[in-house]
Every structure is written in C-alpha cells, then in structure tokens.
C-alpha cells in the first residue's frame, strides 16, 4: 500500500525538489536558518507529489494498456482516490507557499496550472516537454519572493538565469531520450538545440565562473579558491557525458540515462548556489549518488 504511494509520487526524485527550493531561496537571498524556507519545502514536496499522483491518474487508461504494473491498472491504488489525493496536495501545497510561506500567489498559481496542463497533455502533444521545463523554473522562483527586503533590483535577477538553465537541462534530457527512443534519424540541428540545452547550466557556470573580477584574484595574487567552483563544472559535465554515452545504447539503457540525468539535477542546483558557498554546493553533489541508489528501490520516471 505505502509502496503504491511512493511509486505514484515518483518519491526517488523528491530531493531534487528540495535542492530546487533551496537553490531558488539562497539565490534570491534567504537564509538556511530562516524558518519560512521550511514551508517553502513542504509546499514544493506537495506540490511534486501531487503533480506526480495525479500523471499517474491522467494516464490511467493509457497504463491499462501499456504498463499494467503501475499501481492504479494492477489495483493497488483506487483511481478515485488517487485523483482525491494529487488534488488535495496540489490544494495545500498552493496554500502553504502562499499563506505559509509568503510566496507570489501569481507565480505559485502558474506553477499549479503547469503541472495540470503537463499532466492532461503530454501524452497527446510532444510540446509539453517545455511545460515540465517550465515547472521547474517556476518551482525555482517560487522562494525567491519572500526574501526580498525592497531592493532595487528586480526580485527574480538574481535567480532568474540560474532558474533558466534548469529548465533549458529539463527540456534537453527528455528531448534527447525521446529521439533515441524513436531511433529514427533525427536533423543535426534540432539534436544540437537539445544538447545545447541539455548543457546549458554548465555553459552558464562556466561564464560565471570566468568573469574578469573572478579572475582578478587568480592573475594577481596567485589565489586559486575562485576556482574551486570549476570541480562541479567538471562533475556536471561528466554526468551529462557519461548519460549521453550510455543512451546512444538504446533500449532499457536510456531509461538507465535518463536516471543518471534526473539525479544530475542536485548538481545543476550546486553549479548555482556554488556562487555563494562551495560547502553548501558539495552538499547538493553527495545527493546525486544517493538518488541513484534510491532509484534501484524507486524508480525515477
């Protein structure tokens, strides 16, 4: 019974979640200490688990077919009751952000709305792709309200980049393993677009990472801490190499890439926060292996 649950919640990917959350909160400003980040994690939890229960519902018939072993075709969940649940969470993870946490009601609600319209429409329409992109920028954004103090700067400059290349890493992965799943020849331009996105935090951290006041420090007085941060591009674009490799296998193997990718996103979220503390961002990267072993339990996708 509780297994059901966590398989409808896809529960193997919720840290990515909470590493979102956070990354979108220091981003904007927050405080780790700050208790409102608390419930900015609950609602994000919420919100993710009831999007995930109620795919699941919306694909019901589509299942029945085609993977009778998900819970609701094989009768472990009722579907009712699976529709009650996704609904109630999304419910309260709206109200927690918003009269909880302090957090735009506009931008929460469009979160909302995303997750709805991916889960009715990415089956029948190949563009949905961006929507999940787009949940995961607007899930990024979400914190970033309550911590500005008035500040003259646009709320949302200082994680809207970051929240971007996100969700460009979103858009790519799942392009890429939809064409390898076709296994028909796809145009060398919209497969460079997809890796292009796929690669997009990397490119982004690097930019950041090797600005002319970064390297002041580097050029002058031979100090090469600024530098650090440049271990995690690495890391990220092992990930993203060894994911790509292991998908042009085709078959069971990109299901396996694309689990390698999704457990990838804590260090797309550490590439981010790693601008304001390296500790912080190594943090993020031990989950990545942990995710994978998670997975074995539950499965990402």
């Known amino acids: 019974m509780i297994r059901a649950w966590l398989e409808l919640a896809r529960i193997s990917n919720l840290p990515t979640v909470w590493t979102n959350v956070t990354a979108g909160w220091l981003l904007a400003g927050g405080s780790l200490q700050n208790p409102i980040l608390g419930w900015m994690l609950v609602a994000g939890s919420l919100l993710y688990s009831g999007g995930m229960i109620l795919n699941d519902a919306a694909d019901a018939k589509f299942d029945a077919e085609h993977r009778k072993e998900r ?69 990024y954004l979400m914190p970033g309200m309550p911590c500005q103090t008035g500040a003259c700067i646009p709320w949302w400059l200082p994680i809207g980049l970051p929240a971007l290349a996100l969700g460009a890493y979103i858009v790519g992965l799942t392009m890429i393993a939809r064409m390898e799943a076709k296994g028909s020849p796809v145009s060398f331009w919209r497969s460079g677009f997809a890796r292009l996105l796929l690669w997009m935090p990397g490119i982004l951290a690097a930019l950041m990472l090797f600005d002319g006041q ?60 790693s601008q304001i503390s390296l500790p912080l961002a190594l943090g993020f990267v031990i989950l990545a292996p942990l995710l994978r072993l998670w997975q074995r339990w539950i499965a990402a996708t």
């Open 71 to 139: 819970p609701i075709p094989s009768g472990r969940t009722a579907l009712t009751t699976a529709w009650l649940v996704g609904l109630s969470m999304l419910i309260s993870g709206w109200c927690v952000a918003v009269l909880l946490g302090g957090a735009c009601w506009g931008i929460t609600s469009a979160l909302v709305g995303c997750i709805l319209f991916y889960d009715f429409y990415h089956k029948p329409w190949t563009g949905a792709v961006w929507i999940m992109g787009a949940c995961r920028v607007l899930l």
């Open 214 to 273: 970064r390297l002041r420090p580097v050029m002058i007085l031979a100090d090469f801490g600024p530098l650090l941060p440049l271990i995690l591009i690495f890391l990220f674009a092992a990930i993203v190499a060894t994911a790509s490799r292991i998908m042009k296998q085709g078959g069971p193997s990109i299901g396996r890439a694309v689990g390698i990718l999704l457990a990838g996103i804590p260090v797309v979220d550490a590439l981010a926060v």
